[in-house]
């Protein structure tokens, strides 16, 4: 009877850890690594160089014609408005009697002494300087996705997916919308 309740133990218990142990899933297949060749990684990098050198060759030429950021920056609208009012004041000058022109020529004068040069300043626009900024960064963040996505086609052979990102592309065009709600409200006066 001994060697029966043996045969018998041990083929419940195999039978029972036959039970509990479990087939491994298979694994998907890892995609082969192909080394990247130098003329992939050229391809690969060439967004991040050509943005780099359009920006280089703007500023650059920026630089050769004398023309400041800061002078791109401002509200040329305004200053041309600043313009029709002066031309408003020269007309009604000239339109006023010799005694009323020769009254607003001291009233001039005396504004003149008494006010500060340096409160004069160029209408910048930080509506104009929000939208340059953000859309060189996100030009600029596109040309680093566009890398990323082409190196890891040619290194695994598989497009990212980057669909969750096109969230954050279209956030930094939030910059733009002052610019363009200050040129519709001008556009509408």
Do not use: H
Not at 44 to 49: E, G, N, T, V
Not at 51 to 57: G, K, M, R, V
């Amino acid at each position: 009877m001994k060697p029966l309740t043996l045969f018998l133990s041990l083929t419940a218990f195999f039978t029972y850890a036959g039970l509990l142990a479990q087939t491994p899933a298979p694994k998907p297949p890892v995609p082969q690594v192909i080394p990247i060749t130098d003329a992939e990684k050229w391809i690969a990098f060439s967004p991040i160089l050509l943005f780099l050198l359009i920006t280089c060759l703007v500023f650059f030429k920026l630089k050769k014609d004398k023309v400041s950021l800061k002078d791109l920056l401002l509200d040329k609208d305004a200053n041309v408005q600043i313009e029709i009012e002066k031309t408003k004041q020269t007309e009604a000058f000239l339109a006023a009697s010799p005694e009323s022109q020769q009254a607003m020529k001291e009233a001039s004068a005396t504004l003149n002494n008494t006010s500060d040069s340096n409160t004069e300043k160029p209408n910048t626009s930080v509506s104009r300087f929000l939208a340059f900024i953000s859309g060189l960064v996100s030009v600029g963040l596109a040309c680093v996705l566009t890398t990323f996505a082409i190196w890891n086609y040619f290194d695994v052979n598989v497009f990212p997916d980057l669909n969750n990102l096109v969230g954050v592309l279209l956030t930094l065009g939030i910059g733009v919308v002052p610019y363009a709600f200050n040129k519709v409200t001008t556009a509408a006066k």
